[in-house]
Nanobody, 123 residues
Framework: QVQLVESGGGLVQAGGSLRLSCQASGPFFSTYAMGWFRQAPGKEREFVATITRRGGSTNYTDSVKGRFTVSRDNAKNMVSLQMNSLKPEDTAVYYC????????????????WGQGTQVTVSS
């Protein structure tokens, strides 16, 4: 069982930056690929970024490429999402998730989810 707790959300002006963190507890964190997803008001939850077990490979949705960076520290059981050049359309609740599969954007393949952290970007 893996428990995930996100932090780092908040209110930021357009063009600003935030760094989200996801602290994992439970064994074998390094055996899970990790993902970030988000859900904006009135919309379905969508894929944002994912990173492989050792952090050697990442993947992003097109709308955040060049602005967001996902990373992980397996020694600290933590995955992070650095978000730069934020836009109002990035406003959403952000979730981290863990999967036993390899790097994937498919939500149904993720086994564990955090409770989410709110990111609000004002124009």
């Amino acid at each position: 069982q893996v428990q995930l707790v996100e932090s780092g959300g908040g209110l930021v002006q357009a063009g600003g930056s935030l760094r989200l963190s996801c602290q994992a507890s439970g064994p074998f964190f390094s055996t899970y690929a990790m993902g970030w997803f988000r859900q904006a008001p009135g919309k379905e939850r969508e894929f944002v970024a994912t990173i492989t077990r050792r952090g050697g490979s990442t993947n992003y949705t097109d709308s955040v490429k060049g602005r967001f960076t996902v990373s992980r520290d397996n020694a600290k059981n933590m995955v992070s999402l650095q978000m730069n050049s934020l836009k109002p359309e990035d406003t959403a609740v952000y979730y981290c998730a863990a999967t036993k599969y390899s790097i994937t954007h498919k939500q149904n393949l993720y086994d564990y989810w955090g409770q989410g952290t709110q990111v609000t970007v004002s124009s």
